[in-house]
């Protein structure tokens, strides 16, 4: 688990983690930050397409993407930058991500703590700074950094889980890629 002595909320999205085929672990919560890290640093450069990511360049980036995530090693910085540059240039990711941050702001009572610190942090500009949006919200830096966590690992699991719905095949392709690699799929019912 990416936390320690899970509150009801992370229970929650480790379980959404583990439908989602992912590992709800410290190295798939870094992955998820660096993505959101590397999008917000990128995305204003390359914004310019506005439609939806077609199926068929789902079903092309999706396994690079998973193979990534399940790998041993927190994902380099360089790679990431790769993959969302690849990402952008099959089609316009805002509607999906738009949808994911309002699945986010509808997430039990949480999400009225999860909503403001991702948009604030990632999504606008200039971004505001963690010491900000803690004194926005009234949250003891303790509090704030442990729903910052939670929003972050929230955010990858909700925008992962639209990209594997749509993609083709694709329960079939991530065990192919889970037995070419060795990974224990039995993971995704640990707690």
Same mark, same amino acid.
């Given at each position: 688990?990416?936390?320690?002595?899970?509150?009801?909320?992370?229970?929650?999205?480790?379980?959404?983690a583990?439908?989602?085929k992912?590992?709800?672990?410290?190295?798939t919560f870094k992955?998820?930050?660096?993505?959101?890290?590397v999008?917000?640093t990128?995305?204003?450069?390359?914004k310019?397409?506005?439609?939806?990511?077609?199926?068929?360049?789902?079903?092309?980036?999706?396994?690079?993407?998973?193979?990534?995530?399940?790998?041993d090693?927190?994902?380099?910085?360089?790679?990431?930058?790769?993959?969302?540059?690849?990402?952008?240039? @099959?089609? &316009?990711?805002?509607?999906? +991500?738009?949808?994911? #941050?309002?699945?986010?702001?509808? *997430?039990? $009572?949480e999400?009225?703590?999860?909503?403001?610190?991702?948009?604030?942090?990632?999504f606008?500009?200039?971004? @505001?700074? &963690?010491?900000?949006?803690? +004194?926005t919200?009234? #949250?003891?830096?303790?509090h704030? *950094?442990? $729903?910052?966590?939670?929003?972050?690992?929230?955010?990858?699991?909700?925008?992962?889980?639209?990209?594997?719905l749509?993609?083709?095949?694709?329960?079939? +392709?991530?065990?192919?890629?889970?037995?070419?690699t060795?990974?224990?799929?039995?993971?995704?019912?640990?707690?």
């Amino acid at each position: 688990m990416y936390t320690s002595n899970p509150s009801t909320a992370e229970r929650r999205i480790c379980r959404m983690a583990r439908t989602a085929k992912i590992n709800c672990s410290e190295k798939t919560f870094k992955n998820f930050k660096n993505i959101l890290k590397v999008y917000s640093t990128t995305k204003v450069d390359l914004k310019v397409i506005h439609y939806d990511i077609p199926k068929e360049e789902i079903n092309k980036i999706a396994p690079e993407l998973y193979a990534a995530m399940i790998a041993d090693e927190v994902i380099p910085l360089d790679t990431v930058g790769e993959l969302i540059e690849d990402l952008f240039s @099959r089609g &316009d990711v805002s509607k999906r +991500i738009e949808q994911t #941050l309002e699945d986010i702001r509808n *997430f039990q $009572k949480e999400g009225k703590f999860y909503y403001p610190i991702l948009k604030g942090l990632y999504f606008e500009d200039p971004p @505001r700074s &963690d010491k900000e949006i803690q +004194i926005t919200l009234k #949250l003891s830096r303790s509090h704030y *950094f442990r $729903k910052k966590k939670n929003a972050i690992f929230l955010f990858g699991v909700i925008f992962w889980n639209s990209i594997r719905l749509e993609w083709e095949n694709g329960d079939a +392709i991530m065990q192919n890629i889970d037995e070419a690699t060795g990974r224990d799929r039995s993971s995704f019912f640990d707690s």
